[in-house]
């Protein structure tokens, strides 16, 4: 966020009675300034009790001058560009997210989370595609599917018609294994594979509608069919377990392919065979582990996950759901003992370092990183849903469904002003800040730093004014690639002018190589904690210094250092060494500074004569009663 020039930075130890807040204190081009604006502005850096009269009126010319600076922005119409618009846009909408939502919502969430977050539950899966795009006739057919995978896995009775005796005959299906439905009927891809376990997961997981009916779900029971966005699903809790926490661990890769079951007999018996050989090599890392070998070592020189190779095959925190086989070996770790055995995954075969095992801390202690994961997650959904059925109430929309919850909340949105005094204050801070900052930047400190002749004369006309306690040697430093540039480089600094030495080198010894670089140097003489104050030393500082002297020192050695660029280590030294500034560019910061002051106090002046305003002086003397 910009760091704004604002008013309200300054500090004055004075306290403003209280007054009625909606008083005018003050009129600027007929714009109303009331005192509650004035006591806003003043409170945000003034909690002391003791009143100083001259302190607050100093403040209060800063209040004027500060007002009128805005309106001239204003006038100017920095208000009315897009850069300005959308930067206060962006800033109303930052602004405005803790006031559209609910907290009572997001805090239950954050405290289900917790709960949820201690407990992992083992789950089975079945899934019918049907987006929520799809078409009415789609849905209803993955509607059907899921039922009737619902009816295969929990069994159900029948009436079959037929004829005579046989005539409406019950008849009953049997319970059919969830692995067995899953592979019949489920749409998840990974079912092949799993045959619809999912395994151990925990909260964060799963999207939001998939992890309620996952924790509602008693352990051993099969949930009723539930729609998502992707279509619908049946979960299986098949235990329920305390979550272990998050693991800091580093690993020994050796990868090795998978094989699938369309592969041939010949492929399939060729990736056993080198999964034969990985087990071999990783069996004798872990030999070589326990028998004393580092870890990093190995990890340098036979993992093959390279990315995490030269952090000691750190993979940083890895926790529930993650990589299954990885749990259960880190679940299963004995305590004190640093490496697992060798655990094989569906990438290859891993040796685990464990480096630090955290288990979950209190509501308090967990409460920031639930919230960060809160924000990323589609619960946002559910808080924005509640909050806007809190609108209807207020609203008196309930019923109503032409009103969208988009339209509702948008309309409290733009109402933030007028329902709450501190938004309306903080979003004024920030129009006014912006304005401020802008307005600044176009009538003092551009000028200030760029107005060339404006600065020369001011030194100029103030040259008393800056002074060095010290001489100064003012010159510079020339470096050349060679010698034979070094020569050149002397012949030509004899006879050229300091100011255009640089120019006139550049341009006759560098083409597509430079062969020269030119540094210009003002340096303290007393002062060797100066970069460069090395190489005066050597060059110049060793001799007797008259003022006013031109100086041409050289050095054939190789003096790189913090002085020195690289590649050039042939340096000559020309100047001369003088008692004051000569030029403004000699002490351009204070000199800057100085003008900008100058610029600021004349700007000033011009705004209280172009400008009308009115300062109520009796609502001001009550300020202090």
């Known amino acids: 966020m910009r760091k704004f020039f604002l008013f309200f930075a300054l500090s004055l130890a004075a306290a403003v009675a209280a007054v009625n807040p909606d008083k005018t204190l003050l009129i600027v081009d007929g714009e109303p300034i ?27 010319d800063m209040f004027i001058d500060f007002k009128l600076k805005v309106a001239e922005a204003q006038r100017q119409g920095l208000d009315t560009t897009m850069s300005f618009i959308t930067e206060l846009q962006g800033y109303r909408d930052q602004l405005a997210r803790p006031y559209l939502t609910s907290t009572y919502a997001r805090d239950s969430l954050l405290q289900q989370a917790y709960q949820r977050r201690l407990v992992d539950l083992d789950v089975w899966h079945i899934a019918i595609k049907a987006p929520a795009d799809a078409a009415p006739e789609d849905t209803l057919v993955a509607y059907n599917k899921i039922w009737e995978a619902y009816k295969r896995i929990k069994g159900s009775a029948e009436v079959v018609q037929g004829k005579g005796k046989q005539r409406n005959v019950r008849h009953y299906n049997a319970p059919k294994p969830f692995e067995l439905v899953a ?7 990974s079912v092949k594979e799993n045959h619809g376990h999912i395994g151990w997961v925990g909260v964060f997981q799963m999207y939001y509608i998939f992890e309620n009916v996952c924790y509602n779900t008693p352990v051993g ?4 069919p539930f729609r998502s966005p992707y279509g619908y699903h049946i979960v299986r809790i098949a235990g329920k377990r305390q979550d272990p926490g998050e693991f800091h661990i580093a690993h020994i890769m050796l990868v090795t392919p998978r094989a699938h079951e369309d592969d041939s007999a010949a492929d399939k018996a060729q990736i056993d065979s080198l999964d034969q050989v990985a087990k071999q090599r990783i069996d004798s890392l872990y030999q070589r582990l326990n028998a004393g070998d580092k870890f990093e070592d190995l990890v340098q020189k036979y993992s093959d996950d390279k990315s995490s190779a030269y952090r000691g095959g750190d993979l940083g925190l890895v926790g529930t759901g993650v990589i299954p086989e990885f749990e259960k070996a880190l679940i299963e770790l004995p305590e004190g003992k640093e490496f697992t055995a060798p655990v094989r995954s569906r990438y290859g075969w891993h040796i685990l370092r464990l480096l630090k095992h955290r288990n979950w801390g209190s509501f308090k202690e967990e409460r920031k990183t639930i919230a960060e994961r809160l924000e990323r997650s589609d619960r946002q959904a559910f808080i924005t849903k509640f909050f806007a059925d809190s609108l209807r109430n207020i609203y008196a929309m309930q019923g109503n469904d032409s009103v969208t919850d988009k339209m509702l909340i948008d309309r409290y949105k733009s109402e933030l002003e007028t329902r709450f005094p501190e938004f309306r204050n903080i979003i004024r801070e920030y129009h006014d ?13 551009d000028k200030a730093t760029q107005d060339t002749l404006g600065l020369k004369a001011f030194f100029e006309q103030h040259k008393n004014d800056y002074r060095w306690q010290n001489k100064h040697f003012k010159g510079r430093m020339i470096y050349c690639k060679d010698k034979q540039t070094l ?6 600094a004899k006879n050229a002018p300091i100011d255009s030495l640089e120019s006139y080198l550049m341009s006759r010894l560098n083409d597509s190589i430079l062969y020269v670089r030119v540094h210009k140097v003002l340096v303290d003489v007393e002062d060797s904690a100066q970069a460069g104050y ?17 100086y041409l020192g050289k050095t054939a050695n190789d003096n ?3 002085y020195s ?17 000569e030029a403004y560019t000699d002490m351009r910061g204070p000199v800057t500074n100085d003008y900008q002051n100058y610029l600021e106090k004349a700007w000033i002046e011009r705004l209280r004569k172009e400008h009308s305003w009115y300062l109520d002086q009796h609502v001001w003397d009550s300020l202090t009663k």
């Open 221 to 224: 029971e099969i949930s009723e």
């Open 433 to 445: 800040g912006i304005l401020l900052f802008d307005i600044s930047s176009r009538e003092v400190w």
């Open 487 to 492: 020569k050149l480089a002397q012949t030509m």
């Open 560 to 562: 790189r250092g913090h």
């Open 34 to 60: 009331t005192v509650g604006e004035f006591q806003y502005i003043y409170g945000k850096n003034n909690s002391d009790d003791v009143l100083d009269r001259k302190a607050l009126n100093e403040y209060k």
């Open 565 to 581: 660029a690289e590649g050039y280590p042939f340096v000559i030294v020309v100047g001369k060494v003088v008692n004051n500034p």
């Open 534 to 550: 090395d190489m005066l030393q050597k060059t110049v500082f060793k001799k007797t210094l008259a003022d006013g002297a031109k």
């Open 183 to 189: 592979d019949q009927l489920s749409d998840d891809p």
